[in-house]
């Protein structure tokens, strides 16, 4: 079976600047505006712009002709759904076929972009200043936990990072999010090569891949496309696709 090939892109947030605002659609730079942190806004612009950057090269069109629409499955199965426009970010326009995910920690920004198959991708700063006991039951499963309680202490934050990171790539694949549940993904030990081990959800894929990503120290990352075959992944000169627009 021929690999699926995920390509992603790596920034940072000290990657923004004034002129990547004109890539942002009206309602991307509204949001953006409502984070009180400034590290916080250049990070949502970096991911943003560069999803726009990445999809426009892929599609061969202006980043202008690159449009958005956002789903949320949660809400589709709600009787009453959040009234503004939220949830998983899909191509849409000159696009339309793509699938991307989006995320951000720390110093990192990371896109994924596939051709027709839906992808989730998260990257975590380690952090102890995180209260990760207070989010164990939250996240993990009873056979995880175990799991976690075998971790050297100098390893356990690590540890419970790279089990959030390879959930929430898979919750983002399926377009749940966090509403999805981390605790009803069972995955393998953080340690341990990535698996998918148990999705106790009606919803849960017939199909998935799981991978980790090497996002350097002090950092965990994972990619989940919703796809039987095997899951490869080549990286994106960033640099030279931010750089496509000048000040």
Known sequence: MTALTCRLWWASPD???????????????????????????DRYLVAHA???????????CDPAEVAFTLHCRACERRRDPR???????????AAAGLEISISHSGERVLLALAHGTAVGADVEQVSADRDTDGLVDYCLGPA????LDRVPGDRRT???????????????ATGEGLSGGLAAVGVSGPFEPAEVLA????????????????AGPGYRAALAALTPA???TDTGDTADLLGAVRP
């Open 15 to 41: 990657d923004a600047s004034p002129a990547l605002l004109d890539l942002l659609a009206p309602g991307e730079r509204e949001r953006r505006a409502r984070f009180r942190a400034r590290a916080d806004r």
């Open 50 to 60: 560069l999803a726009r950057l990445a999809l426009a090269r892929e599609a061969g």
């Open 158 to 172: 690590e540890g419970f990072f790279g089990y959030w990171a390879r959930k929430e790539a898979l919750l983002k």
């Open 144 to 147: 995880e936990r175990d799991a």
């Open 230 to 232: 095997p899951l490869a």
């Open 83 to 93: 009234p503004e426009p939220h949830g998983k970010p899909r191509p849409a326009g």
């Open 199 to 214: 999705w106790d959800s009606p919803d849960a894929p017939g199909h998935v891949r799981l991978t980790d990503l090497d």
